[in-house]
């Protein structure tokens, strides 16, 4: 795509006459499709769309669905290097019980090694938890123990964020764990595609699978990790759509 050279930019960038026109179209409600036709990019964005009720006007989207959209190209490269990062781990994870300095990776196995150690790290945490959680439905027994250890930490003041996908709204389960827990402390937001199941404690130690059956799980300890996987986390976030808000 060519763009005009008075607002010339990069691929998936909005210049200041796009965003421009979007604030005044979020003010008044729509705007004339005459006045965009100098600024592709807020089209191109999915910023602005025709009005069904118009053809001479666009209204504008949401904001969290038009950050969802400019975000989908660079969340989709964030998944990639994500894989890429959990099948280097995989493969440094043999080195810690070599002689050698602990690289700060260890591979747990079986769901109660896994749990407890997650317990562990939860009755440790003082600031927030990440997650994100694949796949539409939790069972009621995943929900449960998600709750019984959810609220004694939240009870301590400690932040929660959920991810999950947009199929997940229809639980009802998952409906019946959020009003349990007080807004103030949790959120949770979703996402047309979820990555592997992620579980970041005050940035400090993170979990992933380490199969494809749950049943190994690499916990992750080293610092520059940590940190990357909480940047890829919010990176996600941002592009999410909160639950208490209708899907665009």
Not at 17 to 45: M, N
Not at 84 to 91: R, Y
Not at 114 to 122: F, G, P, R, V
Not at 171 to 198: C, F, H, N, W
Request: proline share 8%; glycine share 6%.
């Amino acid at each position: 795509m060519t763009l005009p050279t008075e607002h010339r930019h990069g691929e998936g960038e909005l210049c200041d006459a796009a965003i421009g026109l979007y604030t005044q179209a979020l003010t008044q409600g729509s705007i004339a499709r005459s006045a965009a036709a100098h600024v592709p990019c807020v089209a191109d964005g999915a910023l602005l769309v025709p009005d069904p009720h118009d053809s001479l006007r666009l209204r504008p989207v949401p904001p969290t669905a038009g950050l969802a959209h400019l975000l989908h190209p660079l969340a989709r490269q964030v998944l990639d290097q994500v894989r890429a990062i959990d099948l280097l781990a995989k493969s440094l994870v043999p080195l810690t019980s070599s002689d050698q300095e602990p690289i700060s990776l260890a591979t747990l196995h079986g769901l109660s090694t896994i749990q407890a150690s997650i317990n562990d790290s939860a009755r440790e945490v003082r600031d927030e938890i990440l997650t994100i959680q694949p796949g539409s439905t939790r069972t009621p027994e995943q929900l449960q123990i998600a709750l019984s250890g959810t609220l004694p930490t939240v009870a301590r003041g400690v932040r929660v964020r959920h991810i999950y996908q947009h199929s997940a709204r229809y639980s009802t389960g998952l409906k019946a764990y959020v009003a349990q827990l007080p807004s103030g402390l949790l959120e949770v937001r979703t996402v047309e595609r979820a990555i592997d199941r992620l579980i970041i404690f005050d940035r400090a130690v993170a979990y992933l699978p380490a199969d494809p059956d749950g049943n190994a799980a690499l916990e992750i300890r080293h610092p520059g990790l940590v940190r990357y996987l909480a940047t890829v986390y919010e990176t996600l976030w941002a592009g999410a759509t909160p639950f208490t808000e209708h899907l665009p």
